[in-house]
């Protein structure tokens, strides 16, 4: 997406928007496509696989178990 999208999709003005996306940029939150003067904003797909877990933890219930987790049986 771009900036004048998310300003529009979200009603927060084009400075906040930039300055956030620039941040979330920074810690590859958000990843950045240069498309000539544009620059077209994603989401860091292997950073949104652990909220669910973050989210638990954070609540304070179990995280859940995912398959990366579960050791294979023994033999």
């Known amino acids: 997406m771009s ?3 998310i300003v529009q ?3 927060v003005g084009q400075s906040t928007v930039s ?7 920074e810690v590859r939150f958000v ?5 000539g003067t544009a ?6 797909e292997a950073c ?8 638990d933890v954070v609540m304070g219930n ?7 987790d579960e050791k294979d049986p023994a033999p």
């Open 39 to 44: 620059s077209l904003y994603r989401i860091n």
């Open 48 to 55: 949104v696989r652990c909220f669910p877990t973050a989210a």
């Open 19 to 25: 300055h956030h996306l620039k941040s979330l940029a």
């Open 31 to 35: 990843l950045v496509e240069r498309r």
């Open 62 to 68: 179990p995280a859940p178990i995912t398959p990366a």
């Open 3 to 5: 900036v004048g999208e």
């Open 9 to 11: 999709a979200s009603e």
